[in-house]
């Protein structure tokens, strides 16, 4: 049973780790949760984002959901959005895409030109 | 969509879009019915708009005109034999009900009710999520805002606080619907 005392050391744990948080200069991955995002796969694609940004310790990326974002036949779709207002889209994800994005646009800079709409177009 | 966390996840969408602070769901096993609840505080609907609103050609989107998140909800309860319902109050808000027959062959499973909770907690972590499990065999509650309470200091949608969230939601899932529903063993 989960029980409140480890909810207790999670606290402990995160309270130390806060001072260490850099929030400034925050990148932003939106994630399309209508209807069509979700019939397609959607949540298992955000639900991977946030393990592997976890997993790797990153802490200036957030992670968030919209709805429709108008090319349904392509979900699920994200967006990135640096913090010098770039944005990316990347079309037609799966978790495993999720997660190599996050690796090499994410932490190394470098976009995932195969996923993005420009190539599915 | 192959089951009902999904539909959770897209009508939980509509309370976000209508400026929910707290959105209550509710899953009830009782009389041979699944009855899924959710209600929200949001900007509610008016009596027109209520009126057209399983009608697939109406939506809130704004880059098409067709939406079928609450059309496909409505029938995946009425094709068991069950019903379908929402209720509305302009300024106060909506509760959507699906009555599934629990035992037919064509009631969808519960899915992953604990991995649409984590997307939604931490995608919007402001708004407090009540969620209430309830059969003839136990009783389950989980109220985020307690979690909150608790945390004081620490962020709910911490990755560490959201797996704990999830892990308690699917105890609190099997421990209510184990050996009530088809797809849980208990």
Redo the contacts between chains.
Sequence with gaps: ??S?A??EA??E???KE?NLRDNTGKTRVV?G????G??AGA??V??AF??EL?KRNVQNVN???T????A?RLEPIAEVITSDGVKTTYVKLDPEKARKIVVEHLINGRPVEEYTINEAE | MKDLSLHLMDIAQNSIAAGATVIKISLVSRDGFLIFRLSDNGCGMDKEILEKVTDPFTTTRTTREVGMGIPLFKLSAEMTGGSFEIKSHKGKGTTTEARFVADSIDRIPLGDIDETLKALILAKPEIDYEISFRSNKAQFELKTENVKKYLNGVSISNFEVINWIAEKIREGMNEVFGGVLNEISG
């Design positions: 049973m989960k409140l480890e909810l999670i606290r744990r995160a309270l806060i994630v949760m209508a209807t069509c979700i019939a949540r298992p955000m639900n946030v393990e976890d992670v968030t959901m709805g429709c974002i108008g349904c």
